[in-house]
Nanobody, 122 residues
Framework: VQLQASGGGLVQAGDSLRLSCAAS????????MGWFRRAPGKEREFVAA??????NYADSVAGRFTISRDNAKNTVYLQMNSLKPEDTAIYYC??????????????????WGQGTLVTVSS
């Protein structure tokens, strides 16, 4: 299984950006998928997760970010609106083939993409 994250870039505060995570190697219809990020000098933190039935967000992005999936394309998206400089980080997508009780923790995901850099200037 490979996860390929893309869509990062340099934007200004208030702008929007959409990240994509394409999965290959297996059909991931029932997978739990998550987005995490690591800001400079900080630990990796949870951003959002989506199962086949629901979504979950970190408080810091709730109301601004939306996670979605297109099972036909084996792709998960992270729509990021009203971006702030503190959203600057490398964003990683992650996947679990089974429903995990650790959806907001890196320990819940055995598969990881390579990361895509998002830089938000003030």
């Amino acid at each position: 299984v490979q996860l390929q994250a893309s869509g990062g870039g340099l934007v200004q505060a208030g702008d929007s950006l959409r990240l994509s995570c394409a999965a290959s190697g297996r059909t991931f219809t029932n997978w739990e998928m998550g987005w995490f990020r690591r800001a400079p000098g900080k630990e990796r933190e949870f951003v959002a997760a989506i199962s086949w039935s629901d979504t979950n967000y970190a408080d810091s992005v709730a109301g601004r970010f939306t996670i979605s999936r297109d099972n036909a394309k084996n792709t998960v998206y992270l729509q990021m609106n009203s971006l702030k400089p503190e959203d600057t980080a490398i964003y990683y997508c992650a996947g679990s083939p089974v429903r995990t009780p650790y959806a907001s923790s890196p320990r819940g995901y055995p598969y990881w993409g390579q990361g895509t850099l998002v830089t938000v200037s003030s």
